[in-house]
């Protein structure tokens, strides 16, 4: 229960009072303002509180984005304002020197509603909003868009105060920044329409968006199940099914922003449940593939490949740039320039294959096609699109003038996930003057993937695996603020994942290709888990745990090794140990932080919808 303090009798007609209730507070009634911050000091320490202008006027769902949102310490709309738990001492400083600098006055409401009895009208709630930023105090103010939130000084702005909330659907308005503002054409207007509705009748039911995911990912589950049939009318239930998870995968997100249930927690679960649902639908359709005597193992890892390097990308760029002082690009400008073109923003958001179009078409061509022309149409779109992205980001960073943080370098670092050997190299080669760190990371990764190409498990390819490490070593042996320094992590990502690919590929014995689909599906999961504690500022893993799992050159390393030293069949089998160690390791610490970061408090994050 959390606790709303009004600040004097409401108005007669006022629904304020039942408008507090329906949003879970239990309220309480200050005679006047000496009565605020006793009232504030007796509500038990693990409560939100409010205060509230008495004479508030607006729609319910402004109070509900000013006063519940859980991803904020503090946040006020006009005439309310909100503490969690971890910020009551900081508000309840400020409605002291507040009280104390107005001498002891506060509005207290005459009983016609109208202006303050024994004062001019004084927004008292407001002036503390005010000293709490002028302390340096964050104070998150939601944009309300149509929504009405006021504190009317007299009868005639009151009444016209209600009339403008009248004029406003409280409930359409909900709905509508329930969808997220930016989203791909086929999300936008193909399942978002009818999908926010479906968020709606979870949310009078009391189910949360944490329950909406888990449906969503047994509905893709299912729908790998039936792909792994190999018949028509499986992969026909698959396209389906595959629909019908990112329906519900797009309901999860609308259900939070509907009805403010963010959390830590849920941010997480939402976005590797994404990534597991896509990949066990890549298993699921090499599986029936299979059944139907089409080997495409090489074609669903290498489609794993693409995709998780293309996030790194992104992710990569975002983080460089996150505090970038200085930003500025002609390339960004004219990007800017044809977002002011309707039709120009929705095919450039088409052909970069967001998560909504490249689902429907792996639906699709599941449906109509066989998995083996499933997978080159996604290997097609996913290169196109990788290359369209990567090219304008490269011209950005090469055209802007920004000098870069440390905290954007330290990012950059987390994301290489350098191991124990890169750490060794390091210690003997200070005062070492390295070249470019992008130019250096390309070449350990040439120097790696293109002998494992030319002779597969042999020792040249041992060598390139060793020239590797010591060139990854050289590429972050300095901070990597340099201008093309982001795409230091997607090279590495593409150096190993690339050599699992193409040494099981080489082995071409059943079972190895499935193995290290495993193999790069764990590592995967532990980089985009690195990605995620780093935009929710929780930092990287731990070092124990890089260094457990070999990081990205000790795992090179040792597949180079195992692909010399075993025949085909037992290298199989060493990349299915090793995939194995290394997912019960990952998970069971990624698991381990974030349900305790859940329980801990950590501030909720999750993306924004489109302003009310």
Same mark, same amino acid.
């Given at each position: 229960?959390?606790?709303?303090?009004?600040?004097?009798?409401?108005?007669?007609?006022? &629904?304020?009072?039942?408008?507090?209730?329906?949003?879970?507070?239990?309220?309480?009634?200050?005679?006047?303002?000496?009565?605020?911050?006793?009232?504030? %000091?007796?509500?038990?320490?693990?409560?939100?509180?409010?205060?509230?202008?008495?004479?508030?006027?607006?729609?319910?769902?402004?109070?509900?984005?000013?006063?519940?949102?859980?991803?904020?310490?503090?946040?006020?709309?006009?005439?309310?304002?909100?503490?969690?738990?971890?910020?009551?001492?900081?508000?309840?400083?400020?409605?002291?020197?507040?009280?104390?600098?107005?001498?002891?006055?506060?509005?207290?409401?005459?009983?016609?509603?109208?202006?303050? %009895?024994?004062?001019?009208?004084?927004?008292?709630?407001?002036?503390?909003?005010?000293?709490?930023?002028?302390?340096?105090?964050?104070?998150?103010?939601?944009?309300?868009?149509?929504?009405?939130?006021?504190?009317?000084?007299?009868?005639?702005?009151?009444?016209?105060?209600?009339?403008?909330?009248?004029?406003?659907?409280?409930?359409?308005?909900?709905?509508? &920044?329930?969808?997220?503002?930016?989203?791909?054409?086929?999300?936008?207007?193909?399942?978002?329409?009818?999908?926010?509705?479906?968020?709606?009748?979870?949310?009078?039911?009391?189910?949360?968006?944490?329950?909406?995911?888990?449906?969503?990912?047994?509905?893709?589950?299912?729908?790998?199940?039936?792909?792994?049939?190999?018949?028509?009318?499986?992969?026909?239930?698959?396209?389906?099914?595959?629909?019908?998870?990112?329906?519900?995968?797009?309901?999860?997100?609308?259900?939070?922003?509907?009805?403010?249930?963010? &959390?830590?927690?849920?941010?997480?679960?939402?976005?590797?449940?994404?990534?597991?649902?896509?990949?066990?639908?890549?298993?699921?359709?090499?599986?029936?593939?299979?059944?139907?005597?089409?080997?495409?193992?090489?074609?669903?890892?290498?489609?794993?490949?693409?995709?998780?390097?293309?996030?790194?990308?992104?992710?990569?760029?975002?983080?460089?740039?996150?505090?970038?002082?200085?930003?500025?690009?002609?390339?960004?400008?004219?990007?800017?320039?044809?977002?002011?073109?309707?039709?120009?923003?929705?095919?450039?958001?088409?052909?970069?294959?967001?998560?909504?179009?490249?689902?429907?078409?792996?639906?699709?061509?599941?449906?109509?096609?066989?998995?083996?022309?499933?997978?080159?149409?996604?290997?097609?779109?996913?290169?196109?699109?990788?290359?369209?992205?990567?090219?304008?980001?490269?011209?950005?960073?090469?055209?802007?003038?920004?000098?870069?943080?440390?905290?954007?370098?330290?990012?950059?670092?987390?994301?290489?996930?350098?191991?124990?050997?890169?750490?060794?190299?390091?210690?003997?080669?200070?005062?070492?003057?390295?070249?470019?760190?992008?130019?250096?990371?390309?070449?350990?990764?040439?120097?790696?993937?293109?002998?494992?190409?030319?002779?597969?498990?042999?020792?040249?390819?041992?060598?390139?695996?060793?020239?590797?490490?010591?060139?990854?070593?050289?590429?972050?042996?300095?901070?990597?603020?340099?201008?093309?320094?982001?795409?230091?992590?997607?090279?590495?990502?593409?150096?190993?994942?690339?050599?699992?690919?193409?040494?099981?590929?080489?082995?071409?014995?059943?079972?190895?290709?499935?193995?290290?689909?495993?193999?790069?599906?764990?590592?995967?999961?532990?980089?985009?888990?690195?990605?995620?504690?780093?935009?929710?500022?929780?930092?990287?893993?731990?070092?124990?745990?890089?260094?457990?799992?070999?990081?990205?050159?000790?795992?090179?390393?040792?597949?180079?090794?195992?692909?010399?030293?075993?025949?085909?069949?037992?290298?199989?089998?060493?990349?299915?140990?090793?995939?194995?160690?290394?997912?019960?390791?990952?998970?069971?610490?990624?698991?381990?932080?974030?349900?305790?970061?859940?329980?801990?408090?950590?501030?909720?994050?999750?993306?924004?919808?489109?302003?009310?």
């Amino acid at each position: 229960m959390s606790t709303a303090i009004l600040t004097g009798q409401p108005v007669p007609g006022s &629904s304020i009072e039942t408008d507090l209730r329906s949003l879970g507070f239990d309220v309480r009634i200050a005679d006047d303002a000496a009565d605020v911050g006793p009232l504030l %000091a007796r509500v038990p320490g693990e409560q939100r509180v409010a205060v509230v202008d008495a004479r508030f006027v607006g729609h319910p769902h402004a109070l509900r984005l000013g006063l519940t949102d859980p991803r904020f310490p503090l946040a006020a709309v006009p005439g309310a304002v909100t503490a969690q738990p971890a910020a009551r001492s900081v508000l309840t400083g400020a409605v002291d020197r507040e009280y104390a600098t107005s001498g002891g006055t506060a509005p207290a409401v005459d009983a016609l509603g109208g202006s303050p %009895a024994d004062a001019p009208a004084d927004h008292f709630v407001d002036r503390v909003v005010t000293a709490l930023e002028a302390q340096g105090a964050d104070v998150r103010h939601p944009e309300l868009g149509s929504l009405v939130a006021t504190v009317p000084d007299d009868p005639q702005t009151r009444n016209e105060a209600r009339q403008a909330v009248a004029a406003v659907d409280d409930e359409a308005v909900r709905l509508k &920044s329930a969808v997220k503002a930016r989203d791909g054409f086929f999300t936008t207007f193909c399942i978002s329409p009818y999908s926010r509705y479906i968020a709606r009748w979870c949310a009078r039911r009391g189910l949360t968006p944490n329950q909406v995911t888990t449906a969503s990912l047994l509905t893709a589950l299912i729908a790998a199940g039936s792909a792994a049939t190999g018949t028509r009318a499986g992969f026909v239930a698959a396209g389906v099914l595959l629909i019908a998870s990112f329906v519900l995968d797009c309901t999860d997100g609308q259900l939070a922003r509907y009805s403010l249930q963010y &959390s830590t927690l849920g941010a997480w679960l939402d976005a590797t449940f994404d990534r597991a649902k896509e990949y066990a639908y890549y298993a699921g359709l090499a599986l029936g593939a299979a059944r139907g005597g089409d080997d495409v193992w090489a074609l669903a890892l290498g489609a794993m490949v693409l995709q998780t390097c293309r996030h790194v990308v992104d992710f990569s760029f975002n983080e460089a740039n996150h505090d970038a002082e200085a930003n500025t690009s002609p390339t960004a400008a004219l990007s800017d320039r044809l977002d002011s073109v309707g039709w120009t923003v929705w095919l450039r958001r088409m052909i970069v294959l967001p998560i909504g179009e490249r689902w429907a078409m792996i639906a699709v061509l599941t449906a109509l096609t066989t998995p083996r022309i499933t997978f080159y149409a996604l290997l097609i779109g996913c290169a196109f699109a990788a290359t369209y992205t990567t090219a304008g980001r490269v011209l950005r960073s090469v055209t802007r003038k920004a000098r870069r943080t440390d905290r954007a370098a330290q990012a950059l670092a987390d994301l290489a996930d350098s191991g124990p050997l890169v750490e060794l190299v390091l210690r003997k080669a200070r005062g070492t003057n390295p070249g470019p760190a992008v130019l250096t990371a390309a070449a350990g990764a040439v120097l790696v993937v293109g002998p494992a190409l030319l002779w597969g498990a042999a020792w040249q390819t041992v060598l390139g695996a060793i020239a590797y490490v010591l060139m990854s070593a050289v590429a972050v042996q300095r901070p990597l603020k340099g201008a093309l320094d982001w795409l230091v992590p997607p090279l590495f990502r593409a150096a190993e994942y690339g050599t699992v690919l193409v040494l099981a590929a080489k082995a071409d014995v059943n079972g190895v290709l499935p193995a290290a689909f495993g193999l790069v599906a764990a590592v995967a999961y532990h980089h985009y888990d690195t990605v995620y504690r780093i935009r929710g500022d929780a930092g990287a893993p731990p070092a124990w745990l890089v260094r457990a799992i070999g990081g990205h050159e000790g795992r090179t390393l040792l597949v180079t090794v195992l692909a010399l030293a075993l025949t085909a069949s037992q290298f199989g089998v060493a990349l299915t140990v090793l995939a194995v160690a290394v997912a019960l390791v990952v998970l069971f610490e990624s698991i381990r932080f974030w349900v305790s970061a859940h329980q801990g408090g950590a501030p909720a994050v999750h993306d924004e919808g489109e302003p009310a």
